[in-house]
């Protein structure tokens, strides 16, 4: 079965890429050496998002296991702008499939210089602009508001010819809302679901468990909210819609692209194995003939209602 598609306008492989900061391919590089771009296991690769400058990250603990799915308090730990472009950017254009790079900032003015910069690169295929991680200070996450996400996006809209996707938050009652509002300013494709808010305590101690108090969960726990909301964006967007949250098996990627996504992205399950999105392809397009459907069923979504 023909699993290739383009999205973008960038043609890629198969419909399964990683989701942002869930796949470190500079460390498994280190671990697997060449094997790494020989099995890669997938189309496009979106980077761990960086901001202006560098940032230590939140304090230990940062995982906590639930009984399905996890809990992360990374807090956006990275080397900065300067630090990416200069050493990390190198190694991902290695890779052998095209670079998608994740940005964040508190600012406007802060988003305008790493879309202006990263976007200044032939190596970069795309950028996605994560308006939606929940391990930030800074007060408003500006993907929860239809008018904040547009306003961002026709301020960097102008600054950059690459295709800009813009990673959307579940933590809102109407991602469609923020998505048409993206959509009408000027993104390209759309991503969800980062993860949802949640909370650990220590069996113990009875205090918080992650350093930051609390953080994003993902994994199978979210599975059911993701191809909801992925089905709610799908029927409201005409652009392309990056599906993920929870996928573990070719069924789910399957799943998800039935109700309208254009591409799936692995997270969570790749923690646990790294080449999961390998096998999770390989399930897909078994799943996939199994229904008789020759080729990626973007449109096919049964239901269109909200
Ligand atoms: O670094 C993080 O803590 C993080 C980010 Br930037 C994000 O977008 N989503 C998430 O669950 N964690």
């Known amino acids: 079965m023909e699993l290739g598609i383009e999205i973008c306008g960038i043609r890629l492989e198969h419909p399964v890429l990683n989701g942002s900061g869930t796949f470190d391919a500079i460390a498994a590089r280190g671990a697997f050496g060449d094997r790494l771009d020989r099995d890669f296991p997938f189309s496009a690769f979106v980077s761990k998002t960086i901001t202006p400058e560098p940032r230590a990250g939140n304090p230990p603990p940062r995982?906590?296991?639930t009984p399905a799915g996890m809990i992360n308090s990374i807090g956006l730990p990275n080397k900065g702008l300067e630090g990416f472009l200069e050493r990390?950017?190198?190694?991902l254009a290695r890779l052998p499939v095209p670079l998608i790079v994740s940005v964040m900032s508190?600012?406007?003015e802060g988003f305008a210089t790493l879309v202006g910069r990263v976007g200044a690169r032939a190596e970069v295929a795309a950028i996605e602009l994560n308006v939606s991680c929940p391990n930030v200070s800074s007060g408003l996450i500006v993907g929860e508001q239809p008018d904040e996400t547009a306003a961002l996006l026709a301020a960097l809209r102008p600054l950059t010819?690459?295709?800009l996707i813009v990673k959307l938050t579940p933590t809102v009652a109407d991602p469609a809302a923020v998505a048409s509002a993206a959509e009408r300013a000027g993104a390209d494709a759309v991503s969800l679901?980062?993860?949802l808010r949640a909370t650990a305590l220590d069996p113990v101690s009875g205090e918080p468990w992650l350093g930051a108090g609390s953080g994003g969960l993902s994994g199978a726990a979210i599975r059911a909210v993701a191809?909801?909301?992925?089905r709610r964006v799908a029927a409201a967007v005409s652009i392309p819609v990056i599906g993920?949250?929870?996928?573990?098996t070719g069924a789910d990627a399957s799943?998800?692209?039935r109700l309208g996504a254009s591409a799936v992205a692995v997270g969570t399950a790749s923690f646990r194995d790294p080449l999961a999105a390998a096998r999770i392809r390989a399930e897909l397009a078994e799943d996939l003939s199994r229904r008789g459907l020759e080729r990626l069923p973007r449109g096919l979504s049964p239901s269109t209602s909200t």
């Open 193 to 195: 679901i980062n993860t």
């Open 106 to 108: 508190p600012t406007r």
């Open 244 to 248: 993920m949250g929870g996928i573990e």
């Open 255 to 257: 799943a998800m692209l």
């Open 88 to 91: 990390d950017l190198p190694e």
């Open 227 to 230: 191809l909801d909301q992925v």
């Open 161 to 163: 010819d690459k295709p």
């Open 63 to 65: 995982l906590y296991e």
